[in-house]
């Protein structure tokens, strides 16, 4: 009978949670603006702050100023990249040109070394690689105009951040009721925890794309790659998606040099540097900046990105470690699920050392 009420509950158990993954995924329109509004009620708060406490202003107006302010600075970036991409679709015939006209020297220079005949050239086979380079760059653009979607609807989600940072007291006197059973206390200091590490997520990555930004257009102008500057910073502020975010960044700005140079090493030697740089951002300059304020497992944030992004495609990639570090905090809070917190935890070093030493010493000792 026991075993039987075991099966059953363990049964219920996985049928709510592939009900609850089914609802996060139909309601991802709906969910993916109030999570990207939660996240950046968390950027916001310190202007509303300062507007509140220092100016003396009234929440509505500090409110108002902040979500203003931060919209304005929004609009800058997305319009100069928009330019910056138009410029560059604008000049997609001279480059697609360029890059054929490489393809086909390429091809005769392997050619005459492998003695390959005329007939069997691979130049005059119907390959079309002017059709698969031509328009590419007009591609480029609405990639990111479609990436640019992961925001998500850009009428909705200032609307929710207004509510979020004015009506804050409302929401967590709705969180003490819904938690009633839990002392305010608890619940305060559960609210500043989650709070606390959003934030030191939010601040570490925008110092981890500036500095990668800054070293992404240094190497870019040693090389002489044209618009380094945008080429750099628009890599570094694709490390919101994380791992895949940077390679396809220093795509972009390899094809360019492939186009715009004189020798294919310069395109090599962009994903070069791009690659030292990410080498650098993700064993020295991100461990270094955020260090152990994120405390998630290195297993963890890699099946985080993947079950997210299969859950809310790109968007999902950028919400899914805030969201994992979160559950952390709340895991390791609850008794029942402290073994869920542990496992989304860093392991500490006894947990990666090998028993092959002691075992040796076993041996030897037995030995003798």
Same mark, same amino acid.
């Given at each position: 009978?026991?075993?039987?009420i075991t099966v059953?509950?363990?049964?219920l ?6 009900a ?8 991802k ?20 702050? *300062? ?9 509505? *107006? ?22 910056q ?12 040109? =360029? ?24 130049a005059n ?81 925008? =110092?981890?794309?500036i ?6 257009t ?25 791992y ?16 715009? =140079?004189?020798s294919?090493w310069y ?35 890699i ?9 809310w ?5 950028i ?41 040796l ?6 030995? =003798?």
């Open positions: 009978m026991k075993n039987s059953t509950h363990n049964t158990n996985i049928l709510g949670f592939i609850i993954v089914f609802i996060l995924y139909v309601l329109p709906i969910i993916m603006p109030l999570l990207l509004a939660m996240i950046f009620s968390v950027m916001v708060f310190p202007v509303q702050k *300062f507007f509140e406490k220092k100016l003396k202003c009234n929440r509505l *107006f500090a409110t108002l100023s902040s979500i203003a302010i931060i919209i304005f600075i929004t609009a800058l970036v997305i319009f100069y990249i928009y330019f991409i138009n410029s560059i679709s604008n000049n997609g015939e001279n480059y697609s040109t =360029k890059i054929t006209e490489l393809y086909y020297n390429t091809i005769g220079y392997f050619e005459d070394i492998l003695n390959i005949s005329e007939r069997n050239s691979l086979k119907d390959l079309k690689v002017e059709n698969l380079v031509k328009g590419n760059f007009d591609k480029i653009g609405k990639f990111i105009s479609e990436s640019g979607s992961l925001f998500s609807d850009l009428a909705l989600i200032p609307i929710y951040l207004f509510f979020f940072l004015y009506y804050r007291r409302f929401l967590r006197a709705f969180v003490y009721k819904l938690f009633r059973n839990n002392s305010k206390s608890f619940l305060n200091y559960m609210i500043k925890k989650i709070y606390n590490v959003q934030r030191n997520y939010l601040l570490g990555l925008t =110092k981890v794309i500095i990668v930004g800054i070293l992404n240094v190497g870019l102008l040693i090389l002489g790659i044209k618009n380094a500057f945008f080429f750099g910073f628009f890599a570094a502020l694709l490390l919101l998606i994380p895949i975010g940077i390679i396809i960044g220093s795509l972009i700005p390899a094809i360019i040099a492939l186009a715009t =140079k004189d294919a395109a090599f030697g962009v994903v070069a540097v791009f690659g030292f740089i990410q080498f650098l951002e993700g064993y020295f300059i991100t461990p270094k900046i955020t260090g152990s304020k994120v405390s998630i497992n290195a297993f963890i944030s099946l985080s990105l993947i079950v997210f992004s299969m859950l495609g790109i968007s999902g990639m919400v899914a470690l805030p969201i994992t570090a979160s559950l952390k905090i709340i895991f390791d809070e609850i008794p029942r699920l402290n073994a869920y917190g542990f496992l989304i935890g860093e392991p500490v070093d006894k947990h990666l050392h090998s028993n092959a030493r002691n075992r010493k076993r041996w030897k000792k037995n030995k =003798k």
